[in-house]
């Protein structure tokens, strides 16, 4: 049975620095066992995670992308993620912090790739994603982690769920294929139509192409996190990689 403690000495000897800005995708099953004599699975994932980067940040994906297509709304408090058992614990956590008044959690306003942002410097990271007009813009928190040296934590998942390569992807491929109008809904409960551009691009059971080229840029580290197969990627090596191949592949200079 994995603690805690143990969990944080896992996630810390992948290289892990307290300073570094972190996401997470995550299979909690695969983790195995964890303690919940005091608090949940994914709380006790979530709270070791939250203390690896103490000095930095963490971002645990929200998305809803499944939702939105369907309905067109985004409440920020209400709309489940569609991405597993994490996130949406780490939504309630941000609820319960604007509630107290704690901007170190908040969950970002997007129609359809919103984060919880733990850290000193939440807000001010979640902020720009209210603006996004695309799913994943190098100006929003995906982008950020480019911009802020992050890593990207892989836990019992692999390439296809790093979210990051579609904000490469971004930049590569900006023809729209298709415009959402959405209905967006804050924490104090105002409310505003947000236009969402889908973009066109390789979707992400093609990521696994990448390893190769990651792995010799030095870009993946392996681990185990609990029983969890595990992979760190650093998000700038990561954009370089993938940007080389993809503008290899259409041609461009």
Not at 54 to 72: Q, W
Not at 128 to 156: C, E, Q, W
Not at 185 to 195: A, C, P, R
Request: proline residues 2%.
């Amino acid at each position: 049975m994995f603690t805690e403690k143990m969990l944080l000495e896992n996630i810390r000897s992948m290289g892990i620095k307290n300073t570094d800005y972190l996401t997470v995708h995550t299979s909690l099953k695969s983790v195995g066992r964890i303690d919940v004599s005091e608090k949940s699975g994914a709380e006790v994932l979530i709270d070791a995670l939250k203390e690896s980067v103490s000095e930095g940040l963490l971002m645990i994906p929200a998305h809803t992308f499944a939702t939105v297509v369907k309905d067109f709304l985004f409440d920020v408090r209400n709309t489940k993620p569609c991405v597993g058992a994490v996130p949406c614990v780490a939504v309630q956590m941000a609820n319960k912090a604007a509630d107290s008044g704690d901007d170190t959690c908040i969950r970002s306003v997007h129609p359809s790739h919103s984060i919880v942002a733990f850290g000193k410097n939440a807000k001010e990271f979640a902020w720009d994603d209210r603006f996004a007009t695309t799913r994943n813009p190098m100006s929003g928190s995906y982008g950020k982690l480019y911009h802020n040296n992050g890593k990207i934590l892989l836990i019992g998942v692999g390439l296809t769920s790093n979210t990051f390569i579609h904000a490469v992807d971004e930049t590569i491929d900006t023809e729209v294929y298709k415009t959402l109008v959405v209905t967006m809904t804050d924490y104090d409960g105002k409310t505003w139509e947000q236009t969402l551009n889908l973009t066109a691009g390789p979707g992400s059971s093609t990521f696994d192409r990448y390893t190769k080229a990651l792995e010799e840029a030095d870009a993946i580290t392996y681990g185990k996190i609990g029983d969890a197969d595990s992979m760190l990627v650093d998000a700038r090596k990561c954009f370089e990689v993938v940007e080389r191949i993809r503008r290899a592949e259409k041609g461009m200079n």
